[in-house]
């Protein structure tokens, strides 16, 4: 009922920028909580950062001062503006979003992911 669809992953250069995007679409009444996460090969799916219904945000340490999370409530639509890449940032991007829908169900919906390479 509730579907996450990514988009904007590529290939940059180490200290390169690019911005993903997040649609949620489906029965929805409202977003609660949206987020991003990543996951690199061998390693645990970690937190980049979250920001609320509210607007307020969150952001893992190894982030902050780096990227950016915003969205666009009207088009249930999440960005992460990802500026002075490094060769760590480098993984899978899900994207996640706490749903509540239209006949009153909580969804906690992820994405498929999309890929982000930062390598010269």
């Known amino acids: 009922q509730v579907q996450v669809v990514e988009s904007g992953g590529g290939l940059v250069q180490p200290g390169g920028s690019l911005r993903l995007s997040c649609a949620a679409s489906?029965?929805?009444?409202?977003?609660?909580?949206m987020g991003w996460y990543r996951q690199a090969p061998g390693k645990k799916r970690e937190l980049v950062a979250t920001?609320?219904?509210?607007?307020?945000?969150n952001y893992a340490d190894s982030v902050k001062g780096r990227f950016t999370i915003s969205r666009d409530n009207a088009k249930n639509t999440m960005y992460l503006q990802m500026n002075s890449l490094k060769p760590e940032d480098a993984a899978v991007y899900y994207c996640?979003?706490?749903?509540?829908?239209?006949?009153?169900?909580?969804?906690?919906?992820w994405g498929q992911g999309t890929q982000v390479t930062v390598s010269s």
């Open positions: 996640n979003v706490v749903v509540v829908t239209t006949v009153g169900r909580v969804f906690n919906s």
């Open positions: 489906g029965s929805i009444f409202s977003i609660n909580a």
């Open positions: 920001i609320l219904s509210g607007g307020s945000t």
